[in-house]
């Protein structure tokens, strides 16, 4: 049995627009708070974080294991991206160590890789949700594996034998709140409106039809559409979005040659646009809540028990 | 010899951003007059145009011909759409008739077409430019060739015969904007840089080995290129801009088995980097004047020899 098996610690996940923290014993969850992302912060991290922390020392927490954006550049301290393939081990060797006022803090790195493009790739915060999904769903341990972790910038990752072997990123959140917020399209028709899901489908499917090298010119259709049927916002904005999520999963698709079970990690409601657009192109999808996952790949990155020495003694 | 060869008319090229204004006799410019774009009056399209016409009602012009979004929803008055294929007394047929405190007023109409993608396309000035090329150059009134208008939504045209055959509209200009003027890529390096050549040339690149359909996931090596290498803003801007020109001609090429020679026609600057992205793709190309294919195209459409009537009487 691991000696920090009963320990207290303090786990973040500390992304651009949310920090979460979380006190534990052992495996369990004793209190939970929520502070200000990196992007949104009023105070140095230094302070935002003890602040929040509290009377949390109290119970004398032996460390202080964050991950996200926490560890870039504009975040606390940059802790240097590892190269993939990267397996817990790898991770745990590269935390930065930082003393917060007696309180010892590691800093979760991030990755880059090489991507299937030949181009350099980068993540922060997305590998402690991965290996959480690993832990979460030990099949994933073993073979190879697609994961995807929808979002502003959509990471795809391949898994081979409990390693992220390497992973490509498309920027599709961001790409669709520039169109939704900046664009002709945006302008033509303000208002709220969310996106329907009669044009997410009609989406997917014209990137399913024509593939994903059409997606400057089917984006084009949208303003046809609006300009000649008088497209609603709902439906211009769901076809923007299924055009979008399409198109990044089909490349995904033939990179990896073919999807097959995809780990979809996340929100759920995301994961659901992504989970049809992979049914659309053939493959299937299981889903692992992103929370779970984050507290999952922060536990193993806690754990001795791969490296045989209590590298967060 | 055309009777209306000596008389006295005004052409307009009234887009989103410029009204520009001619008085012509016969073929002769006699003055230009410049005023603000549909985008941007500060008063109505009718006393805006009457204002800035003035004294020439003195010289008895016997007709203001005009062209561009004036013809918008957001313009003068709307002239509905002429469907492909489309030839000049096609288009002559559809002008939209207004008088202005006893001036004849004249809107080209746009185009829609079915495009290469079997969806709804659309474009409004566009097309008395392709008619003003085919003038300048005509030896693109007999046979098949490819036309490409770069801007904001980059039109590429297929006339074959002397008709506008098809078309198919990327918004290249409008996805650069976005990306420079309200992306994390821009935040991330502040600054007014133009985008360097060797940036650009890079971008092409990128997209002649991965294929067009990499468009997105090659946007995001932008941000790990930023992160990993420093890459300098104005190499960012030059990326960016060589991706979006350089997968919408590679796409282009495979939807028109191969490119060719391209006929560019508008602003030389821009013309320049889809020329680049046209070598790169094995074709060759052409420039056209923008503002010398308008007047052409004014003159084509103003003239009766084709259609065997005064049209415009």
């Not at 390693?163 to 917020?181: C, D, K, N, Q, W």
């Not at 409106?193 to 009609?202: I, L, M, Q, V, W």
Request: overall charge negative; aromatic content about 6%.
């Amino acid at each position: 049995m691991n000696t920090l098996d009963s320990s207290v610690t303090i786990f973040g996940d500390w992304g651009t627009s949310r920090l979460r923290l979380y006190l534990r014993q052992g495996k369990s969850v004793l209190d939970r708070r929520d502070g200000p992302g990196i992007g949104a912060l009023t105070a140095s991290p230094r302070e935002t974080f003890l602040d929040l922390v509290g009377d949390w020392r109290e119970a004398k927490p032996s460390l202080a294991l964050l991950c996200g954006m926490v560890g870039s550049r504009n975040g606390w301290e940059e802790a240097a991206y590892a190269p993939c393939p990267a397996r817990p081990d790898d991770i745990r060797r590269r935390l930065l160590r930082i003393d917060a006022d007696g309180l010892p803090v590691a800093i979760v790195p991030g990755l880059s890789c090489v991507n299937a493009l030949g181009g350099p790739d980068v993540m922060r915060g997305e590998e402690t949700q991965i290996l959480g999904a690993l832990e979460l769903n030990p099949v994933l341990k073993r073979g190879r594996h697609l994961l995807a972790l929808p979002g502003t910038h959509t990471k795809w990752v391949v898994v081979e034998d409990g390693a992220i072997a390497s992973f490509l990123t498309a920027p599709v959140g961001e790409l669709y709140a520039l169109l939704r917020e900046h664009s002709i399209l945006a302008k033509a028709a303000p208002g709220d409106d969310p996106e329907s899901a009669e044009g997410f489908a009609r989406g997917v499917a014209r990137i399913v039809e024509q593939g994903p090298a059409r997606l400057p010119h089917l984006i084009f259709e949208t303003r046809s559409r609006q300009l000649l049927d008088g497209l609603p916002k709902a439906d211009a904005m769901g076809f923007l979005s299924g055009l979008l999520i399409g198109s990044d999963t089909a490349t995904t698709s033939s990179w990896f040659g073919g999807l097959g079970q995809v780990s979809l990690i996340g929100a759920p409601a995301l994961g659901a646009l992504y989970a049809h657009a992979i049914a659309a192109l053939g493959g299937t999808s299981v889903s692992v809540d992103g929370d779970a996952a984050v507290l999952a790949g922060l536990t193993t990155l806690s754990s001795a028990k791969n490296s045989g020495a209590h590298v967060l003694a």
